[in-house]
């Protein structure tokens, strides 16, 4: 539990993500983050440790399901939002930035980091991605998966929720593409 202590009101977290000097979970509609350097601390009596309610950000109050680095920032999914979230050491700075409606995904382990600015995730309706605008900086989401959208979002329709966790994406390290990987196909 990320608990660590007496204090049963944190929420288990069903992913985590490790950035800067702390360690960053979702659970339910909060983003919970632990103490600086003190990656099993999450009560607020430790420096650094915290959470964001995320529900009043997402559209229809989501429950997150997974978390990315995106340049310098935080990019925290549900199932149709993108937050993308500026963390720091100190909770108080911590702000939101943007928000990407109508895609999101509910494969957390498909969600993947390519260099520090371009993130693929699976979405209900094919494979996409989180890239930055060259003209303003500002996130973007854009269809990397056309060719082969139907047979991708054909083949998540057919995954239920308990076997999400099932779908992972990964960088084949030769050719650096992306693989999506649901059940038996890659």
């Known amino acids: 539990a990320m608990a660590g202590g007496s204090n049963d009101s944190l929420s288990r977290g ?17 983003l919970y983050f632990s103490g600086v350097d003190a990656p099993t601390k999450w009560t607020t009596d430790n420096v650094g440790a915290g959470f964001i309610d995320m529900g009043a950000k997402t559209s229809g109050g989501e429950e997150l399901t997974a978390l990315s680095r995106y340049q310098n920032y935080l990019a925290v999914f549900a199932k149709r939002t993108i937050i993308i979230e ?9 702000r939101g930035i943007q928000t990407l409606r109508n895609t999101g995904t509910r494969f957390p382990n498909s969600v993947t980091e390519l260099g520090d600015s371009d993130v ?9 991605s989180v890239q ?5 900086n500002a996130a973007a989401t854009t269809d990397t998966g056309v060719p082969v959208d139907p047979l991708i979002s054909e083949r998540l329709a057919e995954v239920l929720d308990d076997e999400a966790f099932q779908v992972f994406g990964l960088i084949e390290p030769r050719t650096g593409n992306f693989w999506l990987i649901a059940r038996d196909i890659i």
């Open 14 to 30: 069903t992913f985590l993500k490790t950035a800067d000097s702390k360690v960053y979970a979702v659970a339910g509609k909060a």
């Open 86 to 94: 500026y963390i720091d050491p100190d909770p108080k700075l911590n």
């Open 120 to 128: 693929f995730y699976a979405d209900e309706s094919g494979l996409r």
């Open 132 to 136: 930055s605008r060259a003209s303003t």
